[in-house]
């Protein structure tokens, strides 16, 4: 089994910045992805960003591209998120993820095998 701890969540204004953090526990596995998916009230889950443990490659859905940066810390087992330039937009629940197997994209839902509870991301105008 694998255990997830996200924190870092908040309010925000929008151009602001916030990093996510998570925590990772338990199990090991010789390829994954661990990153993080959204859900914004009334949409569906959203694949964000993810590292692949095979060759810490990333990968970022085109709407966070070039705002979001993912990065791990292997010694600590933890995984980041740093987001700038906020938008309202970005407004949702953020969830810690991870899904076994080598990707070469952003997970989609149905890959994801691990998921943590949730942090809030609340973005003003």
Same mark, same amino acid.
């Given at each position: 089994?694998?255990?997830?701890?996200?924190?870092?969540?908040?309010?925000?204004?929008?151009?602001?910045?916030?990093?996510?953090?998570?925590?990772?526990?338990?199990?090991?596995?010789?390829?994954?992805?661990?990153?993080?998916?959204?859900?914004?009230?009334?949409?569906?889950?959203?694949?964000?960003?993810?590292?692949?443990?095979? /060759?810490?490659?990333? &990968? =970022?859905?085109?709407?966070?591209? $070039? *705002? +979001? %940066?993912?990065?791990?810390?292997?010694?600590?087992?933890?995984?980041?998120?740093?987001?700038?330039?906020?938008?309202?937009? /970005?407004?949702?629940? &953020? =969830?810690?993820?991870?899904?076994? $197997? *080598? +990707? %070469?994209?952003?997970?989609?839902?149905?890959?994801?095998?691990?998921?943590?509870?949730?942090?809030?991301?609340?973005?003003?105008?």
């Amino acid at each position: 089994d694998v255990q997830l701890q996200a924190s870092g969540g908040g309010l925000v204004q929008a151009g602001g910045s916030l990093r996510l953090s998570c925590a990772a526990s338990g199990s090991t596995f010789d390829d994954y992805a661990i990153g993080w998916f959204r859900q914004a009230p009334g949409k569906e889950r959203e694949g964000v960003s993810c590292i692949s443990s095979s /060759d810490g490659s990333t &990968y =970022y859905a085109d709407s966070v591209k $070039g *705002r +979001f %940066t993912i990065s791990s810390d292997n010694a600590k087992n933890m995984v980041y998120l740093q987001m700038n330039s906020l938008k309202p937009e /970005d407004t949702a629940v &953020y =969830y810690c993820v991870v899904g076994i $197997g *080598r +990707f %070469t994209v952003v997970p989609s839902e149905v890959d994801i095998d691990y998921w943590g509870k949730g942090t809030q991301v609340t973005v003003s105008s």
